[in-house]
């Protein structure tokens, strides 16, 4: 599976794309981007999912050139803390978050705008890769909001 390119950000200038996957295992090796690094958001029920499937999923994003990554769904803090310390030696250093008490639309408005990796990345993290596992509703909905991203902050804000 290759990532499909959705939109375009303004403000972070970075190229918008999702995977969806059935499960963490089927992540390519691989991920064709148009830029070096990139920025990457998990939606993910990772209640079950065993502590080494979740570290292989993130030693495979570190290798594709993840800079900066958000986890959101059930579990995701373990998800995170599992990417975390994938990545605790790895400099200039790795951002991470994550969104357990966000809606989706706020984590995902969160990577969109408001993720900025290490200053040492900016020129090379271009784009922005949204990752849904196993849920093609989540999918759908991440590929309309990032596909008209000035719908999707009108509604985030009228929400708020």
């Known amino acids: 599976m290759s990532p499909v390119r959705i939109g375009h950000s303004e403000v972070s200038q970075r190229e918008l794309f999702s ?43 570190l290798r594709a050139g993840c800079v900066y990554f958000c986890a959101w769904g059930p579990d995701c803090e373990r998800v995170h803390d ?17 969104h357990s008490k966000d809606s989706l639309d706020d984590a995902l408005w969160f990577f969109v705008f408001s993720t900025f990796p290490d200053d040492a990345y900016s020129d090379t993290s271009r784009s922005g890769l949204a990752i849904s596992i196993g849920r093609p509703d989540w999918n759908d909905h991440i590929c309309t909001r990032l596909a008209d991203l000035d719908a999707f902050t009108k509604d985030v804000m009228d929400d708020a």
């Open 19 to 61: 995977l969806a996957l059935p499960d963490l295992q089927s992540l390519p090796d691989s991920i064709s981007l148009p830029s070096r690094h990139f920025i990457a958001f998990l939606a993910v029920d990772a209640a079950g999912i065993d502590a080494a499937v979740l570290s292989e999923f993130s030693r495979k994003l």
């Open 82 to 98: 599992t990417f975390d310390q994938e990545c605790l030696d790895v400099e200039p250093h790795i951002i991470t978050t994550w």
